[in-house]
């Protein structure tokens, strides 16, 4: 096996339908498969990287086509397929994707090798977990796919699609009466009973074929286990439908293998709708989406008509019209732009919230406790502008009055009012001096406004 694929995978048990098993025995029949193996190291196999599409509502949608097996094969030319080790990597991807909402699976397989399904199908359940990752059986859904697809928090299917063959199985040759009369008699030399057990043209007893049969049945047990909890059925259920029968469209719902039949279109769009309901997406998000919408669909000069020509609902007459209107007229035409706003809006927010901090504490000094809390109540949703004049006006005031100049404190820590020689401070002074502070408050507030 090379880095990238390997020789077509013959051994190992597989959860496939049966049909598509014997015709790949046939094909494989007919090729020559040691000349093959000799050239499978200078064969360039396709990378198979499986690889999602976003939408622009934020649906991954990941295809899983052909046989299922672990790597991708040297044979994939002849009989398509998928690596499960490459499609658990982009359901991972797509799970930690932030421009990602939803996944959607699209499936058209028969199944394929039961090495690696595990894998994908707990991928495919974290996925499910984190995001609504939903399936949809394209045809065929069966067997190995099956598995995998009982994992997705709902499957959906189209009229024709094929959909179980719950079971594993496992093709043994006995060839010894072929190597008997070729004149060939092989002696296996193992350490135990079951060592070397179907090496070609050695017998196979009934023993190393209930062996065999262990094996079978264990990996079974994994595929029914994960059915049931996938499915949220009895395993008594999974137990019945697991007997290798195939149903077609609304009988697979009937028995509570799908959740429905719709087209894909509708299916879709149905996600999309209830990830909405479940985590609107802002107003960003909506902007971000409505302009890489555009984007794509044209190299043209971003505006509010190539928008609607994209198919999104920001147009010149949408809800946002006016807001997508003044950002484009500002320059924010890709999505790039807007993220760079928002983290600049954002930093900005962080800014606004010290600052009102700020001008609390001041607020506070120089008019008291009680005093200053109240008079800050009724600013704090002040412009940046108004805060930085009222924080800098009560600190000053709050430097004086505890007689502290740019140099420290220059005089007594509380500042008093220099009256006429031998004659008393009236209580009334100080009062009426937070009376002129608060009023001055005012005006400054006034003149500035009260939006952020």
Avoid at 39 to 60: D, I, L, Q, S
Avoid at 232 to 253: F, K, N, S
Avoid at 392 to 405: E, H, N, P
Wanted: glycine share 10%.
């Amino acid at each position: 096996m090379n880095s990238s694929g390997g020789v077509f995978p013959l051994t190992g048990t597989w959860a496939i339908d049966e049909n598509t098993a014997r015709r790949a025995l046939q094909v494989l029949g007919k090729i020559d498969l040691a000349a093959h193996g000799q050239n499978a190291a200078a064969v360039t196999v396709a990378e198979n990287r499986v690889e999602y599409t976003v939408t622009e509502a934020g649906t991954a949608i990941i295809a899983l086509e052909g046989p299922l097996t672990k790597r991708p094969h040297s044979l994939q030319e002849v009989f398509g397929g998928t690596s499960t080790v490459l499609a658990a990597r982009a359901i991972r991807q797509a799970t930690q994707d932030p421009n990602v909402r939803s996944i959607l699976l699209v499936i058209d397989s028969p199944g394929g090798t039961t090495a690696g399904t595990a894998d994908l199908a707990g991928e495919v359940r974290r996925a499910a977990q984190r995001k609504p990752t939903w399936a949809y059986a394209s045809d065929d859904c069966c067997s190995a796919a099956y598995w995998v697809a009982s994992q997705a928090s709902q499957i959906w299917a189209n009229e024709t699609a094929l959909v179980g063959s719950i079971g594993t199985l496992l093709i043994v040759e006995d060839t010894s009466r072929r190597a008997e009369g070729q004149g060939v008699t092989v002696h296996v030399i193992g350490t135990g009973p079951y060592k070397g057990a179907g090496a070609e043209g050695a017998p196979i007893t009934p023993e190393q074929l209930a062996e065999m049969r262990r094996l079978v049945e264990g990996v079974n047990e994994r595929f029914l286990v994960a059915v049931a909890r996938g499915r949220g059925l009895p395993m008594g259920t999974v137990r019945a439908l697991a007997d290798g029968r195939i149903h077609v469209g609304r009988a697979a719902q009937a028995v509570g293998l799908i959740d429905g039949v719709e087209s894909f279109e509708h299916v879709l769009r149905r996600l999309q709708e209830e990830e909405e309901r479940r985590n609107p997406m802002s107003l960003w998000e909506q902007l971000r989406s409505a302009l890489g919408a555009a984007e794509q669909a044209s190299n043209q000069e971003v505006t509010p008509l190539s928008l609607t020509a994209a198919g999104s609902s920001f147009g010149p007459t949408g809800a946002a019209g006016a807001l997508l209107e003044a950002a484009l007229a500002a320059g924010l035409d890709t999505p790039e732009k807007l993220a760079a706003l928002a983290g600049r809006a954002a930093l900005g927010d962080r800014y606004l919230s010290d600052l009102a901090a700020s001008a609390q504490s001041e607020a506070i000094r120089a008019l008291g406790a009680e005093a200053g809390a109240k008079t800050f109540a009724g600013i704090k949703n002040s412009s940046a502008d108004v805060l930085e004049a009222l924080r800098d006006t009560w600190r000053a005031t709050a430097d004086a009055k505890f007689g502290i100049g740019a140099e420290g404190v220059t005089g007594a820590k509380r500042r008093t009012v220099s009256p006429e020689p031998g004659a008393s401070v009236p209580a009334a002074a100080e009062e009426d001096e937070l009376k002129d502070l608060r009023a001055m408050t005012r005006r400054v507030a006034a003149k500035g406004g009260t939006k952020r």
